[in-house]
């Protein structure tokens, strides 16, 4: 099986090109179901006993948005595409329906074993940094919350240009984690904690070699691989009690509890965040989630001036 979906001969190699055959030879050795590849420091690991609350809020706060730009821009039957880092695959499922019939996804993660089967879907465990990825194999790649925790996030953008078919479309979403005011809290105190928490998550997020403020970049790293046409959207979602966005936060905290102690943060004070983010009178908000659409240009084609949505 190949990262499209299909058998490596239904895609020979360039001719001429040697490293076409090579790539061929090394996707048949990808295993199809959940591998052995190391994590690579990631905050938050799919093997965590907490992954699946964080996959089922992911799931609930940012579907709506991911995919509903993917069908404003067009996914749609036919289309062959890949997402990058699927976590437990929400995205990947809706948008192998969505491009049914004669479509195809490949999804992709380090540890793709959250990743249920699902009609016209292919799951792979794959290193975006490390393997190979076809030539224009695909008409759509998506992105999301994984680019930021790659140091090599430059490389793997020239990488995924190159897999893009001429005029195919990239969709990354990611967040600036470097603001997450609290808006509402009992007291002052409390939100001071409140805000000694986001600052520790970040800081964990950085010693694992991510970027927590990337999503602000995003539209420039894109520009910068040769993407065109950079289309951004903006959102800002409410962390409150009983929304999806203040459970992933929730989620975080007791993910990161045994490292937090790092940064100062005793039990008691932990027990404190818990109650202060599910009680009355608390709300916040995350930081900016910048969902940015581009386009690897046609052949030939001189780069034009960028589209900015604000």
């Known amino acids: 099986m190949d990262l ?5 001969a239904a895609r020979p190699a360039r001719a001429g090109d ?21 994590a690579r420091g990631y905050v938050f690991d ?18 709506p948005l991911t995919l509903g730009r993917l069908a404003d821009a067009g996914a749609g039957p036919g289309m062959r595409c890949l997402e990058v880092g699927a976590g437990a695959g929400s995205v990947a499922r809706r948008l192998a329906a969505l491009v049914a019939p004669g479509g195809h996804v490949t999804a992709t993660d380090l540890k793709p074993g959250r990743i249920a089967p699902a009609p016209g ?6 290193d975006i940094v490390t393997d190979p990825l076809p030539d224009a194999g695909y008409d759509l790649i998506v992105a999301r919350l994984v680019l930021q925790h790659l140091p090599e996030r430059q490389t793997v953008l020239g ?8 005029g195919g479309l990239i969709q990354v979403d990611e967040f600036d984690a470097e603001h997450e005011p609290c808006l509402l809290a009992p007291t ?11 600052a520790a998550k970040t800081a964990l997020m950085r010693a694992s070699g991510g970027d927590p403020g990337w999503g602000r970049r995003v539209a420039a790293a894109l520009r910068e691989a040769g993407f065109t046409g950079i289309d951004i959207r903006p959102h800002v979602l409410l962390r409150a009690p009983g929304t999806p966005a203040l459970g992933l936060q929730l989620h ?4 990161l509890a045994p490292r937090l102690a790092e940064h100062g943060f005793t039990p008691a004070e932990l027990a404190r965040l818990r109650r202060l983010m599910t009680g009355p009178g608390f709300a916040a908000a995350t930081g900016v989630l910048y969902s940015v659409q581009a386009r690897r240009p046609p052949a030939r084609e001189t ?8």
């Open 18 to 38: 040697a490293r076409g055959t090579a790539r061929e030879g090394a996707l048949q050795a990808l295993p199809a179901l959940p591998g052995t590849a190391p």
């Open 188 to 198: 002052r105190d409390d939100a001071r904690l409140y805000g000694r928490f986001t």
């Open 303 to 310: 780069p034009d001036s960028d589209r900015r949505n604000t």
């Open 46 to 63: 799919n093997d965590s006993a907490h992954s699946g609350d964080h996959h089922r809020y992911l799931e609930e706060a940012l579907d």
């Open 159 to 166: 990488r995924l240009a190159g897999a893009l078919r001429p």
């Open 121 to 126: 879907l292919t799951v792979l465990a794959h």
């Open 4 to 8: 499209n979906g299909g058998p490596p």
């Open 252 to 255: 975080h905290l007791a993910h």
